[in-house]
């Protein structure tokens, strides 16, 4: 199947310091999904991209559809303690269209 | 607008022993998938149905997991017997539509702990 490298593994941050993370693929992608999970919760929907190049925000996240549609970005500003959790890239890819794959997650940890 | 539900939210089984898994999406949302999803790592889909049929059901171990879909409501996945490697959580998640740019929304899953 196609698979997503997600990076970087895991993050420890300031509070109050903004954070990247990306996800990459030697296949294109059509739709790349960015989600959050917490402890013991299902993941949930933060930002949807359709557009190659497309810049996409959501509160204090934002996300973007790499032009090559090969990746995407996830930003987060000025974090805070919430912001913790397992943040996953997942896309459908061209080759692929009906099965969502899933990167492997980047923890993020906020210290006060 | 009511989430996509599932119970039971934990259970522990002994190897060789089935288990039942149940999901309700979200209203209206015709499209319904159950993921794998192992400590460390990202979900796996393990069968998508749209409506009450399957769609995709190529990465299901069919020797014990089955799942169906009657109404085209809810759903239920078994696992009969388990083995230890089934520990995991099960994800149900559901979407509005069946196409390349759709959106998929998590219940909050049910944890299997095979001892």
């Known amino acids: 199947g196609q698979q997503l490298n997600q990076s970087p593994q895991s993050m420890f941050i300031q509070e109050g310091e903004d954070v990247s993370m990306n996800c990459t693929s030697s296949?294109?992608?059509?739709?790349w999904l960015w989600y959050k999970q917490e402890p013991g919760e299902g993941p949930v929907l933060l930002i949807a991209?359709?557009?190659?190049?497309e810049l996409t925000s959501n509160g204090r996240l934002t996300a973007q559809f790499g032009i090559t549609r090969k990746d995407s970005f996830l930003n987060i500003s000025a974090s805070i303690p919430s912001d913790v959790g397992i943040y996953f890239c997942a896309g459908y890819s061209s080759g692929s269209a009906r099965q969502l794959t899933f990167g492997s997650g980047t923890q993020l940890t906020v210290l006060p | 607008e009511a989430g996509v539900a599932q119970s039971p939210r934990y259970k522990i089984i002994e190897k060789r022993q089935s288990v039942a898994f149940w999901c309700n999406p979200i209203s209206g949302h015709a499209t319904l998938y159950w993921y794998q999803q192992i400590l460390g790592q990202g979900p796996k889909l393990l069968i998508q149905f749209q409506n009450n049929g399957v769609v995709d059901d190529s990465q299901l171990p069919k020797d014990r997991f089955s799942a169906e879909r009657l109404k085209g409501v809810d759903s239920t996945l078994k696992i009969q017997p388990a083995k230890l490697e089934d520990s995991a959580v099960y994800l149900c998640a559901s979407s509005s539509a069946l196409g390349p740019s759709y959106e998929q929304y998590f219940g909050p899953g049910t944890r299997l702990t095979v001892t």
């Open positions: 296949s294109i992608f059509n739709t």
């Open positions: 991209l359709y557009k190659a190049g």
